[in-house]
């Protein structure tokens, strides 16, 4: 299991910045991929970037251009640096560990940090 702690949420202008932190409980090297999803009311969680433990970055298409995901391996921590926030940025961004499992089949196993809310002013 892995326990994961967002932080860096808070209020911003349209334009402005924020860097989000994910704070691991296990090495990063042992999770087989990472991730930042947001979710606003009403509607589906959705993926902003992944990041493999060989280091294979995804962006969805919103944000390439304007976030940046990376990992810090010493400090065991997976950073989303967030550029040119728009209004429609604003959302729960939450963290997102996947650990493989072997058993009868190959498993995926998602744990998720407590969200930290991000909002972005017009």
């Known amino acids: 299991q892995v326990q994961l702690v967002e932080s860096g949420g808070g209020l911003v202008q349209a334009g402005g910045s924020l860097r989000l932190s994910c704070a691991t409980s296990?090495?990063?090297?042992?999770?087989?991929?990472m991730g930042w999803y947001r979710q606003v009311p009403g509607k589906q969680r959705e993926l902003v970037a992944s990041i493999s433990g060989g280091g294979s970055i995804n962006y969805a298409d919103f944000v390439k251009g304007r976030f940046t995901i990376s990992r810090d391996n010493a400090k065991n921590t997976v950073y989303l640096q967030m550029m040119s926030l728009k209004p429609e940025d604003t959302a729960v961004y939450y963290c997102?560990?996947?650990?493989?499992?072997?058993?009868?089949?190959?498993?995926?196993?998602?744990?998720w940090g407590q969200g930290t809310q991000v909002i972005v002013s017009s």
């Open positions: 997102n560990a996947k650990i493989y499992y072997y058993d009868d089949y190959v498993k995926t196993n998602d744990y």
């Open positions: 296990r090495s990063i090297f042992s999770i087989n991929a």
